[in-house]
């Protein structure tokens, strides 16, 4: 095979043909196809499974910036043909909470476009004039020195176009470059995500250092009690210097087996307690009321039977046969 028809072959222009397109990319997308990419790689337990999902973002002029992605679904059995019903319903639902979107594009993951891509992009032509291609490499972890994005992502965006070649027009991609485009609040999301997200207070913040503290402290004494105790076993020399310090280590800590230290512990031991019994109290009251309001609620709404009735009086008296003939 000559090199001309390893070219007919790609349906990407060669990088001399660079593409005029200010393209921006932010955060959420990226960890939105990549999460994509992920899960199914679990669900089907395969290393590159069919990846396919919808680019929402703004457009003016040459200028476009992606900013969210939604999923996309196939129709039953045929992997290369695109549910348009779901997209345009899910298109409709991200258009009410965010007016300002438009669907530019689309993503996939591979390593490179090829026909069956092609053929998808066609597909997308009657939602979007010129659709792009977001297209997530997972093989490709460093750029090369030819890429002319220049970013270590393993992310490529390709705009159509159409080459005109031996009187004869095909549609084929061009590589645009692209920058990360990151904005106040997705720097504060992006942090959050990368150091764990839950609730990173002040006080689990305080907590943790005081727990690393202890445990840090933990370990020295253990070494000390070790050493000790191999010095009374006669398993390692006596060392004075070290022993006089280990001495005066413990003359200088406060005493703790005083009675004065021991009333005073026993006492905030005990409110302690006390606090975490009324506390425990307090939620078996709660929802031991919850449970008579419901009782109360049921018996209200039960059917009575045949016979007399009787009803409350206005002071909680039972007013019974013998009040109806008094």
């Known amino acids: ?56 973002g703004t457009q ?16 039953d059995g045929r992997d290369d043909t695109v549910d348009h019903g779901f997209l345009v319903q899910r298109r409709d639902q991200y258009k009410q909470v965010f007016p300002s979107l438009e669907f530019i594009g689309w993503y996939t993951v591979a390593p490179t476009p090829t026909s069956r891509h ?56 061009i590589e645009a470059p692209y920058k990360v485009e990151t904005g106040e609040a997705e720097r504060i999301a992006v942090d959050w995500t990368a150091k764990g997200g839950g609730g990173n207070t002040s006080l689990e913040s305080h907590l943790q250092a005081q727990r690393a503290a202890v445990k840090m402290l933990h370990e020295r004494i253990l070494v000390l009690v070790q050493y000790v105790t191999n010095v ?18 413990i003359a200088s800590l406060p005493a703790s087996e005083n009675k004065g230290f021991r009333e005073e512990f ?47 009086g206005r002071q909680g008296g039972m007013l019974g046969d013998w009040a109806m003939h008094s």
């Open 232 to 249: 009374l076993a006669g398993q390692v020399p006596k060392d004075h210097t070290i022993l006089r310090s280990i001495s005066a280590l």
């Open 118 to 173: 092609i053929a998808l992009q066609d597909q997308f032509t009657g939602f979007c004039s010129t659709p792009l291609l977001l297209l997530l490499q997972p093989s490709s972890s460093v750029s090369s020195a030819s890429d002319i994005t220049g970013q270590t992502l393993p992310f490529k965006a390709y705009e159509p176009s159409v080459e005109i070649r031996d009187k004869k027009t095909r549609s084929v991609f």
């Open 1 to 56: 095979m000559t090199p001309m028809d390893i070219d007919e072959l790609s349906v990407v222009l060669p990088t001399t043909t660079t593409s005029s397109l200010s393209l921006l990319l932010h955060p959420l997308p990226i960890l939105n196809i990549s999460e994509h990419l992920t899960r199914l790689k679990l669900q089907m337990k395969s290393d590159l499974p069919f990846v396919l999902g919808a680019l929402l």
């Open 60 to 75: 003016n002029g040459r200028e476009v910036e992606i900013v969210n992605t939604f999923e996309l679904a196939v129709e």
């Open 266 to 312: 026993d006492t905030e031991y005990e409110d302690v307690q006390l606090t975490a019994f009324l506390s425990a109290l307090t939620n078996s009251t709660n929802t031991l009321n919850d449970h008579l309001v419901l009782n109360g609620a049921l018996r209200d709404e039960r059917p009575m039977g045949p016979g007399p009735r009787r009803r409350m």
